[in-house]
T-cell receptor, first 114, second 108 residues
Framework: DTGVSQNPRHKITKRGQNVTFRCDPISEHNRLYWYRQTLGQGPEFLTYFQNEAQLEKSRLLSDRFSAERPKGSFSTLEIQRTEQGDSAMYLC????????????FGPGTRLTVL | KNEVEQSPQNLTAQEGEFITINCSYSVGISALHWLQQHPGGGIVSLFMLSSGKKKHGRLIATINIQEKHSSLHITASHPRDSAVYICAVRNTGNQFYFGTGTSLTVIP
């Protein structure tokens, strides 16, 4: 399977715990995006990387959130001190460089904070 | 106000009907995407447009840059078309803005 993969697919955690999600993009894709989607809403942009550089970061991303893409391949999204409001689907997408290159989405990680 | 507005929010159609979903946006864009999201969360990119019209099978997408409007049409709808359809725009800074989606149910 050469698509975008995300792990884990589901995560249930207690409030206050830290969680980390992983995204493996399509191997030749330079750009990697993280989104959050809550029930009944469209995805919301969180951040994006071009290679290993984090180029944009949404105001939605509080200081409890951090994302890395250390070698320009896979990326991790960490949420510290989780809150119930963090419960959502976290989606990753990747694309190649260029103005008109479409994004390919991973299956998402569904986070439930109890 | 959202940067991307879709209508309708929910749509129920009989199998075989012609369906139109509309998307209006307020930001300058480099591209507009139509996405399909199935129950369980998987998102598939249907179209990417910067002008004119594209067709894939029974799906047609159009965009009017001057009016900042796009439509997704489904001809001869089928129950397997039931999904949430999301309009997304990419601005010139490569940020994406998403509509809240249109939930389509096609009844046999």
């Amino acid at each position: 399977d050469t698509g975008v993969s995300q792990n884990p697919r589901h995560k249930i955690t207690k409030r206050g715990q830290n969680v980390t999600f992983r995204c493996d993009p399509i191997s030749e894709h330079n750009r990697l995006y993280w989104y959050r989607q809550t029930l009944g809403q469209g995805p919301e942009f969180l951040t994006y990387f071009q290679n290993e550089a984090q180029l944009e970061k949404s105001r939605l991303l509080s200081d409890r959130f951090s994302a890395e893409r250390p070698k320009g391949s896979f990326s991790t999204l960490e949420i510290q001190r989780t809150e119930q409001g963090d419960s959502a689907m976290y989606l990753c997408a990747s694309s190649s460089l260029g103005r008109h290159n479409e994004q390919f989405f991973g299956p998402g990680t569904r986070l439930t904070v109890l | 106000k959202n940067e991307v507005e879709q209508s309708p929010q929910n749509l129920t159609a009989q199998e075989g009907e012609f369906i139109t979903i509309n998307c209006s946006y307020s930001v300058g864009i480099s591209a507009l995407h139509w996405l399909q999201q199935h129950p369980g969360g998987g998102i598939v990119s249907l179209f990417m447009l910067s002008s004119g019209k594209k067709k894939h099978g029974r799906l047609i997408a159009t965009i009017n840059i001057q009016e900042k409007h796009s439509s997704l049409h489904i001809t001869a709808s089928h129950p397997r078309d039931s999904a949430v359809y999301i309009c997304a725009v990419r601005n010139t800074g490569n940020q994406f803005y998403f509509g809240t989606g249109t939930s389509l149910t096609v009844i046999p």
